[in-house]
C-alpha cells in the first residue's frame, strides 16, 4: 500500500506509560497520586447514585413526531415527557430524569 506522502503515525503510548506520566505530572504539582480507579465523591452526599443506561425504543414516525412537537412546545425534552408518562403510570422515576436539560436539537413535524 503506498503512503501517499502522509506523514508516519505517532506510535500511542500504553495506558501504563500514560498513567506514569499523568502520575509525574501530578506529584509535581503537588496532587495525589494518578489512578485509573474511581475516587470516591467528595459532595457529602450519602445517597447512592444510580447508574445510567441508554434505553432506544422504535416507534411510529407519528408518535416520534407527536412526542417532539409536544416537547418543543413544552420547552423540554422527549426524555422528561416520557419519564413524567412512567412516573404517571406507578413507575419510580429518579427526580434528575424528570429534570428537563438544556434544549437539544429537535426532530418533528415542524
Known sequence: MSNKGLKP?????SAHDALAAANVVAQQAGLPPA???PTPD???ATEPVDELVQVNIRVRRSLGDQLADRA????TTQKVLICRA?????FTVHPE????M????RRGSR
Open 9 to 13: 503515525a505517532l506510535a500511542r503510548p
Open 86 to 90: 412512567l412516573a404517571a403510570t406507578g
Open 102 to 105: 438544556p434544549t437539544p436539537r
Open 42 to 44: 467528595r459532595s457529602g
Open 35 to 37: 489512578s485509573l480507579t
Open 97 to 100: 430524569d424528570i429534570k428537563a
Open 72 to 75: 418543543r412546545a413544552e420547552g
